[in-house]
């Protein structure tokens, strides 16, 4: 592997375990359009379009704990803004019962806010070394394995 591949590497590795942290940081370190929990619904609805499955409020409850009235919220705030829709299912039965799907401006939403925290992150990373940062990865590694 030639260095720029292995710090391509090494970048995208510290970025995968970053997102734990977003929250914790300074408001200046974290401005963003989307609040954390838009955010990680958006990437629910995103990583589940990609395997087809359909997705429920209440999927999207059983996915990030949130209580269904947040749910509710959050999914109210998404489609006010126009990055998500709520689409019924066709079941006789039950009427309440829809499906949430991300919309082509949900997408690019959430292309963008990725782009900025990648970009955000990487400026802090900067004050590190390249052995900083490999001991860095290696250590929140360990920590994620313990959350996990």
């Known amino acids: ?51 087809g499955e359909k997705i429920t409020p209440k999927k999207i409850q059983e996915k990030t704990t949130y209580s269904s009235p947040i749910v509710t919220r959050i999914l109210d705030n998404l489609e006010e803004k126009k990055l998500i829709e709520r689409i019924p299912y066709s079941f006789p039965t039950d009427k ?27 400026e802090i990373m900067s004050i590190l070394s390249g052995q900083e940062r490999r001991a860095f990865v290696t250590i929140w590694q360990k920590i994620v394995r313990v959350i996990d």
């Open 1 to 51: 592997m030639l260095a720029s591949q292995a710090a391509e590497k090494l970048i995208e590795e510290i970025y995968s375990t970053f997102y734990f942290m977003v929250p914790r940081l300074p408001s200046r370190l974290s401005k963003k359009r989307l609040s954390e929990s838009q955010f990680s619904t958006l990437l629910i609805l995103i990583n589940r379009k990609k395997e």
């Open 96 to 122: 309440r019962k829809v499906e949430v799907k991300i919309t082509s401006a949900g997408i690019e939403a959430l292309s963008k806010e990725k782009n900025e925290r990648k970009k955000r992150f990487e």
